[in-house]
């Protein structure tokens, strides 16, 4: 199961956390990876250490200009892309009174925008050939809010519509787009959170707790979720959405 052998898959926001073990993980079942983001000292050490042919592209994706030079990237670097994955995303704290304006704007620009100038972009490759996948990666933020985040929470719930909608229209050319929701996951960015509280064990239990399995995710096993949803084995999955939280969103 799970075999991507000649593949072409583009991760966004694969340079860490989530992204790397999204890239690892294709890389590792015979996929050609391209990793898009902005952190070219991660993403390169990062295509360094796949298993099979891999490539960084330093890229904005909310940046249009930036992301319509991609395309022709990949092609030119292992051919049309077969299988996109849109990771890349940002995170602020804040109430609708307590974000600005410019977070607001920011976190919408990557977690939304982003996905969509990907995609918009890339799934032209994928009409041409009648074939692809998309697998947004959304959040259990987008479907049970959760306080005192609310920029992040509206940008992850639209996400998962832009998911639907993107199903439905992309359908007839034999394009799969599904999204998977990940919980708490003990990532880089999660880990330094931590050591930063004034006590970093409890911090770390009050986020397990609220979870019926009671501890955090591990990046391996959100990729394993979109490996699934990417693979053939699944290819009546279209417009699905998959909750790896731990139970968060089932309480």
């Known amino acids: 199961m799970f075999r991507f052998e000649e593949k072409v898959v583009v991760v966004t926001g694969g340079e860490m956390g989530i992204g790397k073990a999204i890239a690892e993980a294709f890389s590792a079942r ?32 909310s940046n249009e200009q930036e992301v319509s030079l991609l395309p022709e990237k990949a092609k030119d670097a292992f051919g049309p892309v077969d299988i996109l994955i849109n990771n890349a995303g940002i995170y602020r704290k804040g109430n609708v009174v307590s974000t600005t304006f410019t977070d607001w704007e920011k976190i919408l620009a990557v977690n939304l925008n982003g996905v969509f100038l990907v995609s918009k972009y890339l799934l032209l490759q994928m009409i ?51 999204t998977v929701c990940p919980g708490t996951t003990m990532t880089p960015l999660v880990e330094k959170s931590l050591a930063s509280a004034a006590d970093s064990a409890q911090a770390q239990r009050e986020l397990e707790s609220c979870r019926p399995l009671n501890r955090l995710g591990k990046p391996e096993e959100i990729a394993k979720a979109v490996l699934a949803l990417a693979s053939d084995d699944l290819s009546y999955a279209t417009g699905a959405v998959l909750s790896i939280d731990g139970g968060f969103t089932a309480i």
């Open 30 to 61: 015979g996929a050609k990876v391209i990793i898009v983001g902005l952190d070219e000292k991660h993403g390169v050490q990062t295509v360094a250490g796949l298993r099979g042919e891999g490539l960084f592209v330093k890229t904005d994706v």
């Open 128 to 178: 041409e050939k009648k074939q692809g996948v998309i697998v947004n990666i959304a959040s259990e933020a987008g479907i049970a809010a959760i306080a005192g985040q609310v920029a992040y929470n509206v940008s992850k719930a639209a996400v998962i519509s832009l998911t639907k909608s993107m199903a439905v229209d992309f359908a007839p050319q034999k394009i799969r787009v599904n």
